[in-house]
């Protein structure tokens, strides 16, 4: 039987340049029906490329009333940034991150939010390696790998996927830690202090297919050497 209180989820979706997708994105999201009220926030991180204007009319059209809220940064600030401003607007019992492109399919969503709406879990990975990988870099694989690696043997708790975009949190979970992260180091910061915290984090099963550079894909080698720095400096931070 379901707990009591998981009654409304917050969808995060940080957004930079991504005008061809954002829209598809926000449809897909609307379209899963997750057995409660939801709530889907829109971080644009001072996008360039027309996604701003786009969702302007997004929101002008927007037929259910307070169900998309929208913030527009002036600058280009990063991914954990723009989640960090999310989390000020989240409401929900139940937050989850979505990133405004393709690489993930919404309606996942739903079984990465259960373990925590049974009462199993405060933090929920969907883990890309449990489930079915499409067209991930070489390079991208290895520092997943490794991340998962770490984060296993530095905090004590079994993760087969640390970067994964599909993260839930019990709202209360976020409530106690600050976060710091300005762009994809969110990830790893999260991951150890959820963890330091003494938060019980489960890993469910997700598919995955990955776009290239060349079709959008922002994060590079350099983020995977500071996500390698961001585990090893808080494991061993008061």
């Known amino acids: 039987m379901e707990p009591a209180g998981y009654r409304k989820i917050s969808i995060i979706i940080p957004c930079y340049n991504e005008h061809q997708n954002i829209e598809s994105v926000l449809e897909a999201v609307r379209a899963v029906d997750f057995g ?59 937050i989850v991150i979505q990133d405004a492109d393709l690489e993930y399919d919404p309606q996942e969503l739903v079984k990465v939010i259960a373990p925590i709406r049974e009462g199993k879990a405060d933090v929920v990975y969907g883990s890309r390696f449990m489930g079915k990988v499409e067209n991930m870099a070489l390079p991208n694989l290895i520092c997943n790998k490794l991340l998962a690696g770490m984060a296993t043997v530095l905090y004590g708790t079994r ?80």
Not at 70 to 84: D, E, P, Q, Y
Not at 174 to 191: A, D, H, I, M, Y
């Open 36 to 94: 409660m009220s939801k709530e889907i926030i829109v971080v644009d991180d001072g996008s360039t490329d027309g996604t701003v204007e786009l969702l302007q009319a997004i929101r002008e059209k927007n037929p259910d009333g307070d169900l998309l809220t929208v913030h527009f940064s002036m600058l280009n600030s990063g991914k954990g940034f723009a989640i960090r401003i999310g989390l000020k607007y989240a409401t929900g019992d139940i």
């Open 159 to 238: 993760i087969t996927d640390e970067a994964t975009c599909y993260k839930a949190f019990r709202r209360d979970v976020l409530q106690n830690v600050k976060l710091t992260c300005q762009r994809f180091e969110f990830c790893p910061e999260v991951t150890a202090k959820v963890l330091k915290a003494g938060a019980k984090l489960v890993e469910v099963p997700i598919t995955y297919r990955g776009r290239t550079l060349h079709e959008g894909k922002k994060i590079g080698w350099k983020d995977g050497v500071e996500a390698i720095y961001t585990l090893l400096k808080y494991r061993f931070s008061r």
